[in-house]
């Protein structure tokens, strides 16, 4: 494996900056720790997950990683090249992130700004479909078909519920065609169905394009179904790779949640249950 085939991080160390007025009980100024130090790893191409209970880096690994933050010291290096001395556009090209509860004041057309992102990015608003039976056998009708878009095409995204927000910013990932991808829970609010038919594209993408995708997501048992390889965080920062029937074992996943196994399926429900009702709340406003 030569240094283009996996994200290399190499002795990094980072932390946030200190929250103005954030005091402890003496008054003292509340300094951060650090969330990485002189942390090294080396991920595979394909579609990677990241899995872990909040807190635990996931986020901030995708942020490096893609050269939205800059660690304090050491280096990455994502398919060859070190993405925080990229300009914004040749950033972008590299590695498209997309974030949890991103927001859009724009009043724009879905359908317009799924054009503008076609037109502006990579694909240059042309390139086929991947697969065969996609009728017209274009990119960006066979997007709209399986992230179920059709019918908000006409909407502004401030007028989309949570749910139909991501499936379209999962659009804007793919049609814009960058070299991977970072995918911060990005099934949020989706319905079950939804979730399966966005993950199995997502797969097929990758396999038959060669692009790379490192994606967050809860559930456990979609991780399994889908994944190539897992990397598996640990509270105290440490972190296990490899296959999913390697990495998510019983004991290993209830030492990275630490809480019983079986929990962490009920704890999936009821936050599904959680996101649907706002989901729902928000739809009948």
Excluded: W
């Amino acid at each position: 494996m030569n240094n283009t085939d996996f994200l290399e991080i190499n002795d990094i160390t980072f932390t946030y900056p200190a929250v103005e007025g954030d005091l402890d009980e003496n008054g003292k100024q509340i300094e951060p720790k650090p969330i990485f130090e002189h942390f090294s790893a080396k991920l595979p191409k394909g579609f990677v997950s990241f899995v872990g209970q909040n807190g635990c880096g996931k986020t901030t690994l995708m942020l490096l990683a893609s050269g939205r933050l800059t660690p304090q010291s050491g280096t990455v290096s994502l398919l060859g090249q070190n993405p925080a001395k990229l300009d914004d556009e040749q950033k972008n090209l590299l590695a498209s992130v997309i974030y949890q509860n991103m927001e859009f004041e724009t009043e724009d057309k879905v359908s317009e700004l799924l054009s503008f992102v076609y037109q502006n990015g990579a694909l240059k608003g042309n390139a086929k479909a991947i697969r065969e039976s996609t009728e017209g056998g274009d990119l960006l009708g066979e997007v709209i078909d399986i992230f179920e878009l059709k019918d908000v095409l006409g909407h502004a995204l401030t007028h989309l519920s949570k749910g139909e927000i991501q499936r379209v910013l999962l659009a804007f990932g793919i049609l814009y065609g960058s070299a991977s991808l970072f995918m911060d829970e990005p099934l949020f609010a989706m319905e079950p169905h939804q979730k399966e038919a966005a993950l199995a594209y997502l797969k097929e993408y990758v396999h038959k394009t060669g692009t790379t995708i490192y994606i967050s997501m809860h559930e456990l048992d979609l991780t399994k179904k889908y994944a190539d390889t897992v990397l598996l965080f640990y509270p105290n920062r440490d972190m296990s790779l490899g296959t999913p029937e390697e990495v998510l074992t019983r004991d290993e996943v209830e030492k990275a949640y630490g809480v019983p196994y079986a929990m962490l399926k009920d704890h999936e429900n009821l936050s599904r249950e959680y996101l649907n009702s706002l989901s729902q709340k928000k739809q009948e406003k």
